[in-house]
């Protein structure tokens, strides 16, 4: 008698967008954090020995870029890397598509950050490796979105039911964008969206959890988030204003203190970097989810590159 080992797959060969993502693709993504939970205790594995990942960055980045290497390195694969907007394809005119038909060449997988929407599904559409979008511009940013799920998840227990406040630049912050769809999968949510007016959500989205039956109000007031679940600040977008002095004029629109927070039970979480949106002494508190949050990000991306990587998974 034969004995098949069967493993769970995700339903996607390259990750594009948020919306490909499907509630039994997180359930599969979660279970190998767990494992990966383990293995990074461990110090890490081979599982991915001889697989190089392209890790192509035409935007800034600190976080999203170290956190893939350092997945990478941790299952024992290597890197070969390119940053900043000078790097020489781009500065030469070379397309996207070129740049990544290349990579295709000398790497297993591919992450990309790059400053305009819809880069990212270009991209793909050339790429004969698993392909992974590290944020592009102002639209999406799903392995963000995926984090921050699972430390949602983490730290409260569970999704479902859950109360979630999102404060900052809902217009331009891509991590809201892609957290939002991915909590919204849930039965139960509700949403408190807090902004300036210029910097709301994008009406796409609160139009699609109106369809599913998502509740949500929008406010400009910070104090309505302290009473919820979750908090989640974020940064004005500085690099996306086209007038400086509209930036400087919203940058400052909410800071959370220690005081705020007295005798709340709300997970605060931010996915960094922050500016002046969360005060110092937040992290004096057990609320202070922020860099157990970046911690997760290399968990969950060891897992992406293990399921992306393994040779039986083929959707
Ligand atoms: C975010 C991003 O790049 O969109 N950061 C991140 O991925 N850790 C948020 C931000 O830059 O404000």
Same mark, same amino acid.
């Given at each position: 008698?034969?004995?098949? %080992? ?7 060969? =390259?990750?594009?967008? +948020? ?5 039994? #693709? ?6 190998e ?27 800034? %980045? +600190? /976080?999203?870029?170290? %956190?893939?290497? $350092? ?5 024992g694969?290597? &890197? ?39 880069? $990212?599904?270009?991209?793909?559409? &050339?790429?004969?490796?698993?392909f ?8 999406? =940013?799903?392995?963000? *979105?995926?984090?921050?799920l ?5 730290e409260? *227990?569970?999704?479902?039911? !859950?109360?979630?406040?999102?404060? *900052? ?12 769809? !991915?909590? $919204? ?20 989205? !609160? +139009?699609?959890?109106?369809? /599913?039956?998502? $509740? ?10 302290? *009473? ?15 007038d400086?002095?509209?930036?400087? /004029? ?6 959370? +203190? ?7 039970g709300?997970?605060?979480?931010h ?10 002494? &937040? ?10 949050? &970046?911690?997760?990000g ?11 990587? #393994?040779? =039986?998974?083929?959707?």
């Amino acid at each position: 008698m034969e004995i098949y %080992s069967y493993r769970m797959a995700l339903s996607f060969h =390259h990750l594009v967008s +948020t919306a490909q993502i499907h509630q039994e #693709d997180i359930r599969v993504l979660f279970d190998e954090a767990a494992r990966m939970e383990e293995v990074l205790q461990q110090g890490g594995d081979d599982r991915c020995h001889g697989k190089i990942l392209a890790s192509l960055f035409y935007e800034p %980045s +600190t /976080r999203t870029r170290l %956190s893939f290497e $350092a997945a990478m390195r941790r299952l024992g694969g290597s &890197v070969v890397s390119a940053e900043g907007i000078r790097f020489s394809s781009l500065y030469k005119g070379e397309s996207i598509e070129d740049t990544i038909r290349v990579a295709s060449q000398y790497a297993d997988i591919i992450c990309m950050r790059h400053p305009d929407i819809g880069s $990212a599904e270009r991209a793909a559409s &050339v790429s004969s490796i698993p392909f992974v979008n590290a944020g592009d511009g102002p639209g999406d =940013h799903p392995t963000q *979105g995926l984090l921050d799920l699972y430390t949602i998840s983490k730290e409260r *227990g569970g999704i479902e039911g !859950l109360h979630i406040a999102i404060a *900052g630049d809902l217009l331009f912050g891509r991590t809201v964008h892609s957290v939002s769809q !991915l909590v $919204a999968l849930y039965e139960g949510v509700h949403f408190t969206f807090i902004s300036p007016p210029e910097l709301k959500m994008p009406r796409k989205y !609160l +139009t699609a959890f109106a369809e /599913r039956g998502v $509740a949500y109000m929008e406010t400009e007031d910070l104090e309505a988030g302290f *009473g919820a679940d979750v908090l989640y600040m974020t940064r004005i977008q500085k690099e996306r204003f086209e007038d400086l002095g509209e930036y400087e /004029r919203l940058k400052g629109a909410y800071t959370l +203190t220690k005081k705020h927070l007295k005798g709340r039970g709300v997970t605060v979480m931010h996915p960094l970097p922050r500016v002046d949106e969360i005060a110092k002494d &937040v992290e004096d508190l057990p609320n202070a989810a922020y860099f157990r949050q &970046v911690r997760n990000g290399l968990v969950i991306r060891m897992a992406l590159l293990s399921l992306m990587l #393994d040779p =039986h998974h083929s959707p």
